[in-house]
């Protein structure tokens, strides 16, 4: 089934729809790793977005049960050079055309997905339109035009859990009770860890528990008054989707919570702390989305490659207090990836140590954090 | 981390001739080493005896020893020239395994001399398989079960613990030379018994079978900060069970999740770590088991290698450039991708294309030779293709091996009666051969699922998938053309699906019954055409500014096409015998000339081993089969001056009539004057109007014909067929039976043409001679003497420069008839002219109006640089402009000689002739013939003895020269034993000897004694049929137990004479610019 592309500046990209009739608007982006396509497709930050795979050939492992970040689809369409109908591999239990296809989500090959890449990379990610209906090119430009900015849009509602949760066993298990009356399970020698959803990934859930924390997962608006109640032996910032300037209720908790308790942020959540210590954030021209970038950790002057998936970043500039310190650093465009407090226990980072999909160089961080707790048990 | 202060002088050892499992990646690669260790200012002395490298050539390095990798010669280097350290990981197995030895005398410790890339306990660690497998176990990795095994005894007992199949291995080896699965018992014990022969320290592996489990690769890289990074994944299309080097495989990683692959990362990573390589590339190869994802580690090579150079072609990322950078101190952050200049080297290519490479085997090549793959390597050389998509990446790859079919399936006219029955397919299927990929198409025509393939197979339905897909368009198309429904009725979506697809024009013409020109146009006239992308090493991520592309049907173009004065260069594609990296060196030497006179050098390739597909060697790259089709469409995208035919071997000539006469410039030598020489009737009137002398013949196309001339010339007669290189299915043939048998059987090769037959010169010297000409002077670039007689293919021939015998007659009489030939031809650039002479008369055997494969042996003799200087005639200029005014005699001696694969084929003679074998070459170069030619031989692996006992055994014919070269040897003090009628005839003519049996006379008989270590150097020269099968047997134990042997009596003096130098005096080693200066 044919399928147009519009970008808001009126650039064409032909393709066929490989899970059947569609029309949906995002911002367009591009994702260069050449495998993890299920936990990409899967992951909150997605969130509002139409991803292109820098990888022609998508689908050629099919799907699992496993391999998932979230609950659900979160791209709002998947854009890739041909579609791989005959999957292989000895986990897969079906087809990608048929798991998209089961959430509504379209899935278009055929088109020159390195040139949709080049004119992002060159003119900045857009918004784009995408039909099997309208094939007017005029008309689905116009479409992606109308369609919501990502700039100034708090995507984190939409994801962010709707009631808190507990993660237990690689599950969650909703407590069904309030804040108010919640228990920590009693768990001998364990981290409880409440993490602040703005659209976690779950192998972030996993990389923790499997630190033996115990994680209490609470929707994005909780307010600092009911973290503070739950006595968490630290706190931890998700990733998320969308402009972290945004998420204001968000930044208020955080900054409200900075200097009560270790905190960890990841993204969105690295990107909430910068605001929440007074700094500003940007959007990129195309952001970094991938599972090559090169990060320097400077205090120790390694490399490490790391997975990625963000369109905001830190100014550095922006935070004054001298305190605050830049712990990472982009190689390829030198932007800021990390942050450490000299004084008080708080660090982020802007990639994704938890992968998935990605390298396993950054797990170290996880460590970081549980070092982190520890030395301010009791405190 | 800077780069290292406190060294300033580096030795790099390169990887001697091109032999099967190491071949021109180790120039490539040691090439890079050596410009990235100048480029830092450091003092790089190289030793490398191949003279067809760009590594050796004088600006390569600062001072080049072109001498014989040994520990030896190494050493003797090492005292002259007092290295500060050595970078042994640049030159295959080869330099890793010489490094080795020299560190085991501690001559480095002595001098000081630092090992760097890779110490010796970490080459141990990596190389020694129980080392390896307790490193293994350490990080809790697993490994195949296996056992060591030091003898037979140990052999059988280690094969019961494990049982079968299993897969025998020697350690310390080549290739995987040595190597094989194991059934039954009865295959072991003989398995057992090669790898313990072939081992280097007598010791093999046995191993759990994995055959079947899909396999992949990883490169890998680490710095002195222990940063890591992984280059490129690789999975292979042939499951284990064949050897990496003779399977397709596919980069990056098709059917692995995210998961899979970083488990396999971490594993890498692991690896690289515990074995301790401190800097440089690593390759690691992986077996997963197909149904439950089980990973076990298989083995690392702790250096650059033939998949380090493919994955830096197929990633854009100069693996052993920056090898040898982090081997000086620098880290992965401090050093720049070349590619988008903004980023460094710190990070992980991503691509955005699909990479195949397919071998390119030669088993046509070796009569008897068994075409099957299995563990050892057997192929000759390899070409690789990108595409947006497998099937055009697969298609692509296999229109560039050049092997006569334009895609897959549906290249040549169908024919019911000549498809195979299922059960040779299924046959086809199970044992995996040179054609296997054909027999997957060929299944698929008749029906076979693809599950009952991979049954057959166990290659991932992922791949076999895309091969239906390409099946069932060609089904539709055919359907289409019955109907008369032809390209020019199509609609645009299906003409652009069918080229997606990577369906070639002469596919399509095959198909609708039309020509390649008709679809080309009917296409076009459409607008399907190609565009280009560039391969960036980021998926487009960063801006990328090294020109090198590739073709695809797709949206966007990414052309840079400059205003520019520019000239493509044709490459010589896949290596092969009788076309390989001499050729590649040419059109290098082409590039580098253009450039240097400000024109775009724009080079078209399909070979990812070579320094012509180097990033940096042209202005432009394109990645890409050498076919009318895909040329054209270049030359249509870049518009140049012209394009240069003349360097690439055979291939660029054999499509530079169809690309002229599509309208293309031919620079040089034009296709007119290239046919002339290719065409027998018009080179023989020619010949005749210059009064020069060639050998009576003749043209046949059938068998009565060919009769007819024979019995005109007289046997023994030379027959050929027309249009091929390397001397494919050229035979000597003696009587008119043969001749039959001959016609009948070996014409396949170019069908349709002709079979050339000549009459053989027999005990003529023959001669070789480049020579190059601007139109109006020709300069002799030199003369070279063979050492074998005529009749041994000249690819073969061992040789020398300048001649040794010819007088000065005959020499200026062959200067004049090279003149008068190129004056006549017009040839502008470069020419090859074989000659024979007998009896003071001088024939000429063969004109080849192109570049030879001795044009580098020659240009390292003398140190005149002869491709660049005919690109730059080839460009308008004037040789006396250019400052050679004429022939450059060096003061040194040269000796060539070939490297031959036999030891890769079991039963196949080695006895040489009018076929060519070799693979490689080295060069020998000292101050007389013997020295010179006694290197020559040490750099092939002969090692002449000084002593001790030496066998004879010649044909009558060969009788009496045999009588000098026994005296010469019996003076030297060597024993000398022979059989019946060589002996007599020795003590007949008093050279004392002891006559031993042949095989046939019962035993102990000569054999024996060559299994016995008793016989240190083999002189066996034999003529007819039964002398040869009879002499089999002597040849196969020679190679065996590696003892010097030579099968012609010219051979044989040129080795007495080599003896006799070394005994008297030895060796020196002199740098090449030494020589020259």
Redesign the interface.
């Known amino acids: 089934m044919k399928a147009l592309l519009a970008l808001a500046d009126g650039t064409v990209?032909?393709g066929c729809s490989f899970t059947g009739p569609c029309e949906t608007a995002g911002e367009v982006v591009?994702n260069?790793?050449?495998?993890?396509y299920?936990?990409i497709l899967t992951d909150p930050s997605y969130c509002g977005q139409m991803v292109t795979m820098?990888?022609?050939?998508i689908g050629?492992?099919g799907i699992?049960n496993?391999?998932v970040e979230s609950d659900r689809i979160q791209v709002k369409a998947l854009l890739v050079?041909?579609y791989?109908?005959?999957?292989?591999?000895?986990?897969s239990q079906g087809s990608l055309a048929d798991y998209l296809t089961a959430s509504d989500i379209p899935g278009i090959e055929g088109i020159?997905?390195?040139?949709l890449?080049?004119h992002i990379?060159l003119q900045g990610a857009m918004k784009a339109a995408l039909s099997t209906e309208d094939l007017d090119p005029d008309s689905l430009a116009e479409k992606a035009r109308q369609s919501p900015d990502m700039a100034g849009s708090d995507l984190v509602k939409e994801v962010t859990c709707k009631e808190p949760m507990l993660w237990q066993d690689g599950r969650f298990v909703n407590p069904g009770i309030d804040l108010d009356q919640f228990q920590w399970p009693d768990r001998p020698g364990s981290w409880r860890v409440v993490a602040m959803d703005f659209g976690v990934k779950l192998n972030i859930l996993r990389s923790l528990e499997k630190r033996r924390c115990t994680i209490l997962l609470v929707p994005a608006h909780v307010d600092s008054k009911a973290i503070n109640r739950l006595e968490p032996d630290g706190l931890f910032l998700s990733n998320g989707p969308g402009d972290p300037a945004a998420v204001t209720y968000a930044v208020d908790t955080i900054r409200d919570q900075i200097g009560r308790r270790p905190i960890f942020g990841i993204c969105l959540g690295h990107q909430l702390i910068g605001l929440a210590l007074g700094g500003k954030t940007f959007k990129l021209k195309f952001g970094h989305r991938?599972?090559?970038?090169?990060v320097?950790d400077l205090t120790t002057?390694?490399?490490e490659?790391t997975s990625q998936n963000h369109g905001f970043c830190v100014a550095m500039e922006s935070l004054k207090d001298p305190a605050i310190e830049l712990s990472h650093i982009n190689?390829?465009?030198m932007t800021v990836e990390g942050l450490i407090h000299k004084k008080i226990p708080l660090f982020s980072v802007q990639y994704h140590p938890e992968?998935?999909?990605?390298?396993?160089d950054a797990t170290y961080l996880f460590d970081r954090f549980i070092k982190m707790m520890k030395g301010h048990q009791g405190r | 981390m800077p780069k290292r202060t406190d060294i300033n002088k580096i030795l790099i050892i390169g990887s001697g001739p091109i032999i099967i499992g190491q071949a021109c990646e180790f120039d490539y690669s040691g090439t890079q080493a050596c410009k990235a260790l100048m480029e830092e200012g450091y003092e790089v002395v190289l030793i490398n005896s191949n003279p067809a490298t760009i590594m050796t050539d004088p600006e390569t390095a600062h001072r080049t020893y072109i001498e014989p990798i040994t520990p030896e010669i190494v050493a003797k280097i090492i005292e002259r020239e007092r290295p500060h350290a050595i970078l042994p990981t640049l030159g295959g197995q080869t330099g890793l395994n010489t490094a080795a030895k020299v560190a085991e005398t501690g001559l480095l410790e002595k001098l000081g001399v630092e090992m760097i890339g890779a110490s010796i306990p970490v080459i141990r660690k990596a190389e020694e398989r129980e080392q390896f497998r307790d490193a293994m176990s350490h990080i809790s990795l697993r490994v195949p079960e296996n056992g060591i095994a030091k003898d037979m005894d140990q052999a059988r007992e280690v094969a019961e613990r494990i049982g079968y199949p299993l897969i025998i291995r020697a350690s310390f080896t080549l290739g995987g030379a040595g190597s094989g699965v194991a059934y039954n018992r009865e295959e072991m014990e003989g398995l057992a018994k090669a790898g313990l022969d072939a081992s280097m320290i007598s010791e093999i592996i046995i191993e759990e079978s994995l055959i079947g489990w899909k396999e992949y690769e990883l490169e890998v890289m680490r710095d002195f900060k222990d940063n890591v990074v992984i280059i490129c994944s690789i999975e292979n299309f042939d499951p284990m069970g064949i050897h990496t080097g003779d399977s397709i495989t596919v980069a990056p990683a098709q059917t692995l999740t995210d998961k899979e692959y970083q488990a396999m990362r971490d594993a890498a990573i692991a690896i690289i770590r515990e074995i301790g390589v401190e800097t440089g590339g690593s390759n690691i190869q992986f077996a997963i088991h197909p149904e439950n994802g089980e990973m076990v580690v298989i083995e690392m090579n702790p250096r650059v290698s033939r998949s380090s150079a493919l994955a830096s072609k197929a990633t854009g990322f100069p693996i052993a450039k920056i090898a040898a950078k982090l081997a000086i101190g620098y880290t992965l952050d401090e050093i720049a991708n070349d590619i988008t200049r903004e980023t460094l080297a710190s990070f992980e290519p991503t691509i955005d294309y699909c990479v195949v490479k397919i071998p390119r085997w030669t088993f046509e090549k070796f009569p008897g030779a068994e075409d099957m793959l299995t563990t050892p390597v057997k192929s000759v050389g390899e070409t690789m293709a990108i595409g947006r998509t497998f099937k055009e990446a697969l298609q692509k790859a296999i229109r560039s091996l050049e092997i006569g079919r334009f895609g897959l399936g549906s290249d040549t006219p169908q024919s019911q009666e000549s498809r195979p029955d299922i059960h040779e397919i299924e046959k086809g299927l199970i044992n995996p051969d040179s054609n296997r990929i054909f027999h997957i198409y060929e299944a698929l025509g008749q029906g076979m699922t693809l599950k009952r393939i991979y049954e057959l197979t166990r290659i991932d339905p992922w791949f076999l998938f895309h091969i239906q897909q390409i099946h069932d368009l060609e089904k539709r198309l055919r359907h289409m053309a019955q109907k008369g429904f032809g390209p020019g009725k199509w609609d645009l979506e299906l003409l652009k699906k069918v080229k997606e697809y990577g369906f070639s024009d002469v596919q399509l013409a095959s198909i609708f019954d039309t020509d390649e020109q008709t679809i080309r146009e009917t296409r076009k006239s459409k607008g399907i055409e190609p565009v280009y992308k560039l391969v960036d090493t980021c998926a487009a991520e960063f801006e990328a500014y090294t020109p090198y592309y590739y073709s695809t049907y797709e949206q966007e173009n990414e052309i840079r096409s400059s205003g520019k004065r520019k000239v493509v260069i044709l490459g010589g594609g896949p290596n092969r015998i009788g076309q390989g990296i001499e050729f590649d060196y040419c059109c290098v030497h082409a590039s580098f000339a253009l450039r240097k006179m400000g024109i775009e050098s724009i080079m078209v390739n399909s070979n990812p081993e070579t320094v012509s597909t180097d990033y940096d060697t042209s202005d432009k790259l394109y990645f890409e089969p050498l076919t009318r089709e895909d040329v054209l469409n270049i030359v249509e995208q870049e518009r140049p001056e012209g394009i240069i035919v003349q360097f690439g071997g055979q291939t660029p000539l054999n499509i530079s009539a169809p690309l002229a006469e599509a309208g293309v410039t031919i620079l040089g030598t034009s296709p007119n004057s290239i046919d002339l020489a290719e065409d027998r009737d018009h080179f023989q009137d020619l010949l005749k109007k210059l009064n020069i002398e060639q050998p009576e013949n003749g043209i046949a196309v059938n068998k009565e014909e060919a009769i007819r001339v024979a019995d005109k010339i007289g046997y023994p007669v030379l027959v050929r067929p027309s249009f091929v290189l390397g001397g494919r299915a050229m035979e000597i043939v003696y009587d008119q039976v043969d001749l039959e048998f001959y016609m009948e059987t070996a014409v396949k090769v170019s069908p349709g043409k002709p079979v050339l037959i000549d009459r053989f010169l027999e005990d003529a010297t023959e001669i070789d001679v480049d020579a190059i000409s601007d139109g109006e002077d020709t300069i002799i670039g030199g003369i070279m003497e063979h050492i074998e007689e005529a009749g041994i293919h000249s690819g073969d021939s061992a040789c020398v420069l300048p001649s040794i015998s010819l007088s000065r007659e005959i020499l200026e009489q062959i200067k004049d008839h090279t003149g008068a030939i190129v004056r006549e031809l017009d040839v502008k650039g470069l020419m090859n002219i074989q000659y024979a002479v007998k009896e003071d008369i001088v024939y000429v055997l063969e004109v080849n109006p192109r570049a030879s494969r001795t044009v580098p042996f020659v240009s390292k003799a003398t140190g005149v640089p002869l491709a660049k200087l005919a690109t730059k005639v080839i460009m308008g200029k004037y040789l006396k402009d250019l400052g050679l005014t004429r022939e450059v005699q060096p003061s040194h001696i040269c000796c060539k000689e070939s490297a031959f694969p036999f030891v890769r084929f079991p039963n196949v003679d080695t006895i040489l002739g009018p076929e060519m074998r070799s693979t490689g070459e080295v060069m020998g170069i000292d101050s007389s013939f013997g020295l010179a030619f006694a290197k020559s031989q040490l750099a092939v692996g002969q090692k002449l003895p000084l002593s001790g006992t030496v066998f004879i055994s010649v044909k009558d014919k060969d009788k009496k020269a045999s009588q000098g070269i026994a005296a010469m040897l019996h003076d030297a003090g060597f024993k000398i034993m022979a059989t019946g009628g060589t002996s007599a005839f020795l003590l007949d003519h008093g050279i004392p000897n002891q006559r031993v049996n042949k095989v046939r006379q019962g035993r102990p008989h000569i054999v024996d004694m060559i299994k016995n270590g008793e016989i240190d150097l083999i002189i066996n020269t034999t003529s007819n049929k039964r002398a040869i099968s009879e002499s089999y047997s002597i040849r196969r134990a020679a190679l065996a137990f590696d003892t010097p042997y030579s099968t012609t009596i010219a051979g044989a003096k040129a080795m007495a004479l080599a003896i006799k130098s070394m005994i008297e005096s030895e060796f020196g080693v002199k740098t090449i610019q030494e020589y020259h200066s």
């Open positions: 990209f032909r591009f260069t790793s050449m495998s993890g299920q936990e820098t990888y022609p050939l050629n492992y699992n496993e391999d050079k041909e791989q109908e005959y999957p292989s591999n000895w986990r020159d997905t390195r040139a890449t080049r990379r991938g599972a090559n970038q090169a320097k002057g390694k490399v490659i190689l390829n465009d992968a998935s999909p990605g390298p396993h």
